[in-house]
């Protein structure tokens, strides 16, 4: 699918795949020792990738029937941090 994000540092990159059934993984690579590892699992128009924080973090815009919310994932150790979401409408 692409979408590749390189982090500020360019040492890290973050890409996305896609199955034929609508699935997206968010996938981190560190460039020093090549490894990969899967930072979210998803449907698509579930959540959708935002690319790197000036901190380092993975950021995503996470979608529901009545809200949307931003979340940060630290790569090392998977920490999700939900930054903020949206007020319902009455």
């Not at 949307?68 to 920490?79: D, G, M």
């Amino acid at each position: 699918m692409g979408d590749i994000h390189w982090s500020s540092t360019g040492k890290q990159l973050a890409f996305q795949t896609e199955t034929d059934d609508g699935m997206v993984q968010t996938i981190y690579l560190n460039l020093s020792t090549m490894k990969q590892k899967v930072i979210r699992e998803y449907k698509l128009f579930d959540m959708e990738f935002q690319g790197w924080t000036d901190d380092g973090k993975l950021e995503f815009r996470e979608y529901g029937n009545t809200f949307s919310q931003i979340v940060h994932v630290n790569t090392k150790n998977n920490e999700t941090i939900i930054i903020g979401t949206t007020t319902p409408s009455p």
